[in-house]
């Protein structure tokens, strides 16, 4: 099932409306759905290389859109929508862990989401809104993270092209992802060296 969503997925890529469906995609991404906007935008990037930059600029105001609908459920709407779509997803035991951590380790959270999709963008968007983070520093953060991301993918595939894409399907997110836990370890290691 979940390779049949990703195929369907990557066939809007071809479509005319394939800008409308990168920004719902990435909307949704950030509050309930599961799989990356990458899926579109890589493909997107690599036939229209003079729109990449164009399709990261998209694909990151509707993420970060997407990450506000995710933190006004976490804020407004934890034990009705946010606890059931976390449980589906088999993100609560990790998500009530966190929310124990506080507002500096959901910073943490979401610079490593942005970048490395470590862990779900929509799990640190919800606990960000559940543990009151302010709307600001949260959309600042967002806007960093996400934009951070898609610039690099962009600037990646329109300097290298095709030969790139094998790169950052399989092992960019790795190397990120190393970076991303080196991340948090760090954090948490600092905030009980002190505490």
């Known amino acids: 099932m979940l390779r049949g969503l990703y195929d369907s997925t990557l066939s809007l890529a071809a479509r005319k409306s394939a800008e409308w469906w990168l ?17 579109l935008f890589l493909p997107m990037a690599l036939a229209r290389p003079d729109r990449a ?53 959901m910073l943490v959270l979401l610079v490593t989401s942005g970048a490395a999709h470590l862990p779900p963008i929509k799990v640190v968007t919800i606990l960000a809104g559940a543990l009151h983070v302010n709307i600001l520093v949260f959309v600042v953060s967002a806007i960093v993270a996400r934009g951070a991301r898609f610039l690099l993918l962009a600037w990646l595939l329109r300097r290298y092209g095709e030969s790139i894409r094998e790169f950052i399907e399989k092992r960019l997110g790795l190397i990120v992802g190393a970076g991303a836990a080196a991340l948090i370890l760090l954090y948490i290691l600092v905030r009980y060296a002190h505490g």
């Open 53 to 105: 930059y164009r399709y990261a600029l998209t694909a990151t105001v509707a993420s970060v859109l997407g990450g506000i609908a995710g933190w006004l459920i976490g804020y407004y709407a934890y034990d009705t929508i946010a606890r059931p779509i976390l449980e589906h997803f088999g993100g609560l035991d990790t998500f009530e862990r966190w929310q124990s951590s506080g507002t500096g380790l």
């Open 23 to 39: 920004a719902f995609i990435a909307f949704v991404e950030s509050s309930v759905f599961f799989i990356p906007a990458d899926v």
